[in-house]
């Protein structure tokens, strides 16, 4: 896990991290890190002639400076998904197909100090991606990031939710049925309608089946125009959750 503490300077915000020598931040210029260390939380100083502070950073910061491979969930799918697993403090979830960890992250936060976030990716890369940006956080001795596909001969895992952002979720339904605690819930990030109606056939026995798309529309916040941004968030993919009750 790195040092990594939120650096404001003049208004801006940047992740840093106080374990590397040096430091070099675009339009700010390079110093070394030792310049930071023993800096009062919250208390202004002076660095390369601007004001800066030192602030701690929350998931939002970690997120925005993730680095990026496959496509991340967007925030308004990550908090639609973490309210609808139940998950929890000390609860366990599986996650298949962690892409760049914007979703592991939000859900080992959730389940912190103590649970635990099971994680599948497949793909090497990726899977190089998501180990990098895991150590970035506070919550990386709750994540267990394996670099293999979650399949339905895979043994079981007992947990709270599963969350499955695959091609074929449908597939793994009978092991997610094997793994879940009685109440648990199954959750699938996908991006068609024919995924949906595939996904929902596989689901006999399943209660609450919901689907739902979140759409998000900003506001430009300038007072001289309160209006609707021109640039919303669209579609970005179908969340549907289901609850195994046995």
């Given amino acids: 896990m790195g040092n990594f503490n939120l650096l404001i300077i003049d208004g801006s915000a940047h992740l840093v991290d106080l374990d590397l020598e040096v430091l070099e931040i675009k339009n700010f210029g390079r110093f070394p890190t030792k310049a930071l260390l023993n800096k009062e939380f919250g208390k202004e ?14 998931l939002s910061d970690l997120q925005l400076n993730l680095k ?10 990550i ?24 979703l592991t992250l939000a859900l080992a936060q959730t389940v912190a100090p103590n649970g635990n976030v099971i994680t599948f990716e497949n793909n090497t890369r990726h899977f ?10 506070p919550w990386s001795n709750l994540v267990d990031l394996r670099n293999e596909e979650l399949k339905d001969s895979t043994p079981t895992v007992k947990s709270s ?8 979720p449908w597939e793994l339904v009978k092991w997610s049925k094997e793994s879940l ?17 595939a996904l929902i056939d596989s689901l006999d026995g399943w209660k609450e089946i919901e689907v739902a798309e979140i759409i998000q529309r900003g506001w430009q916040s300038r007072s001289s125009a309160l209006r609707p941004d021109n640039n919303g968030i669209g579609h970005t993919g179908f969340i549907v959750s289901s609850r195994w009750n046995g």
């Fill in 68 to 77: 990026r491979g496959p496509q991340i969930i967007s925030p308004k799918d």
């Fill in 161 to 168: 939710s599963i969350i499955l952002d695959l091609p074929n």
């Fill in 128 to 137: 190089k991606i998501v180990q990098k940006n895991i150590k970035m956080s």
């Fill in 181 to 197: 605690h009685i109440g648990g819930f199954l959750i699938c990030y996908i991006p068609t309608v024919n995924q949906i109606k």
């Fill in 79 to 102: 908090a639609w998904i973490v309210y609808k697993s139940g998950l929890s403090t000390g609860k366990t979830v599986v996650e298949a197909g962690s892409g760049s960890g914007a």
């Fill in 45 to 58: 100083f002076n660095l390369l002639d601007k004001k800066c502070i030192i602030v701690d950073y929350n």
